[in-house]
Nanobody, 127 residues
Framework: QVQLVESGGGLVQAGGSLRLSCAASTRSDSTPPMGWFRQAPGKEREFVAAISWSGGYTDHADSVKGRFTISRGNAKNTVYLQMNSLKPEDTAVYYC????????????????????WGQGTQVTVFS
């Protein structure tokens, strides 16, 4: 069982930045592929970004490309989502997720590929 704890959400003006963190309860060398999803009020949860076990591969949703960046810390059991140039439409609860297996070179983009989820952190962008 992997536990994920997110932090870093908050209230920010449009054009501003936030950095979300997700700490996994795994050894740094045993953290599976991870990702970020978000769910806005009245909408389905959607993919935001994914990162491979090593951190060498990443992918971002088209809606956030060029503005958001997913990365792993030196201790690979922590994943970050740097969010720049935030827009009101980025307002959502952001969830960190981890895959079931530690597999190199894999990016997970669909909800059902993830086995573990954090509790979510609210990001609110006002204009």
């Amino acid at each position: 069982q992997v536990q994920l704890v997110e932090s870093g959400g908050g209230l920010v003006q449009a054009g501003g930045s936030l950095r979300l963190s997700c700490a996994a309860s795994t050894r740094s060398d045993s953290t599976p592929p991870m990702g970020w999803f978000r769910q806005a009020p009245g909408k389905e949860r959607e993919f935001v970004a994914a990162i491979s076990w090593s951190g060498g591969y990443t992918d971002h949703a088209d809606s956030v490309k060029g503005r958001f960046t997913i990365s792993r810390g030196n201790a690979k059991n922590t994943v970050y989502l740097q969010m720049n140039s935030l827009k009101p439409e980025d307002t959502a609860v952001y969830y960190c997720a981890a895959g079931r297996l530690v597999v190199a070179g894999v990016l997970l983009r669909r909800e059902n590929e993830y086995a573990y989820w954090g509790q979510g952190t609210q990001v609110t962008v006002f204009s």
